[in-house]
T-cell receptor, first 114, second 117 residues
Framework: EDQVTQSPEALRLQEGESSSLNCSYT??????LFWYRQDPGKGPEFLFT???AGEEKEKERLKATLTKKESFLHITAPKPEDSATYLC???????????????FGKGTKLTVNP | GAVVSQHPSWVICKSGTSVKIECRSL??????MFWYRQFPKQSLMLMAT?????????EQGVEKDKFLINHASLTLSTLTVTSAHPEDSSFYIC?????????????FGPGTRLTVL
């Protein structure tokens, strides 16, 4: 069964204090790994897609990396506005074909204090 | 680009009534749309996948007669919760992809908070 485990569940940082979020996964035939940001009461906002081990992508203070077993979301010098829940999801093939579904982790709730 | 809207953003209904939630892709044609449910402090759980013009594919444990999904056009999908009960109270989120397969990015709507009294 495809599984996604994110750690830590919650993380508190001071503004400017860099850190990393972890996403470990087991999936048969990874087609893509996705990072989303979700604010309270809102839908997830797309951040990155990673396709193969060794790939890295950056956006402002965020950088996502991928290995064969896990992905990291590195946050450099975070600001209070980076506070949100960060979701990791893997894309695995549907048994009946068509677009592949996403399997989500439970997320890491990040709080950045000023 | 890749904006998805949902309507209503929240709804309160009495037990036994039906509620319809609309999901629209505003600036792209969503060949596939997905419906998720999210309980407090839990992750998104896929309920069903629908392709335009065909029947939805439901995940194991999701009652297809209770959660009716219609994907009548490339920009609109609807989820109807029939005979809603308090345990159906949740945050319902839809997403859409522009392609027909492969590693297409899912773009999510803002969600609909359903409360059943």
């Amino acid at each position: 069964e495809d599984q996604v485990t994110q750690s830590p569940e919650a993380l508190r940082l001071q503004e400017g204090e860099s850190s990393s979020l972890n996403c470990s996964y087991t999936v048969s035939g990874l087609r893509g790994l996705f990072w989303y940001r979700q604010d309270p009461g809102k839908g997830p906002e797309f951040l990155f897609t990673l396709y193969s081990a060794g790939e890295e992508k950056e956006k402002e203070r965020l950088k996502a990396t991928l290995t064969k077993k896990e992905s990291f979301l590195h946050i450099t010098a975070p600001k209070p506005e980076d506070s949100a829940t960060y979701l990791c999801a893997v894309q695995a093939p549907l048994t009946q074909g068509g677009s592949e579904k996403l399997v989500f982790g439970k997320g890491t709730k990040l709080t950045v204090n000023p | 680009g890749a904006v998805v809207s949902q309507h209503p953003s929240w709804v309160i209904c009495k037990s036994g009534t039906s509620v319809k939630i609309e999901c629209r892709s505003l600036d792209f044609q969503a060949t596939t749309m997905f419906w998720y449910r999210q309980f407090p402090k839990q992750s998104l759980m896929l309920m069903a996948t629908s392709n335009e013009g065909s029947k939805a594919t439901y995940e194991q444990g999701v009652e297809k007669d209770k959660f009716l999904i219609n994907h009548a056009s490339l920009t609109l999908s609807t989820l109807t919760v029939t005979s809603a009960h308090p345990e159906d109270s949740s945050f319902y989120i839809c997403s859409g992809t522009a392609g027909g397969g492969g590693t297409d990015t899912q773009y999510f709507g803002p969600g609909t908070r359903l409360t059943v009294l």
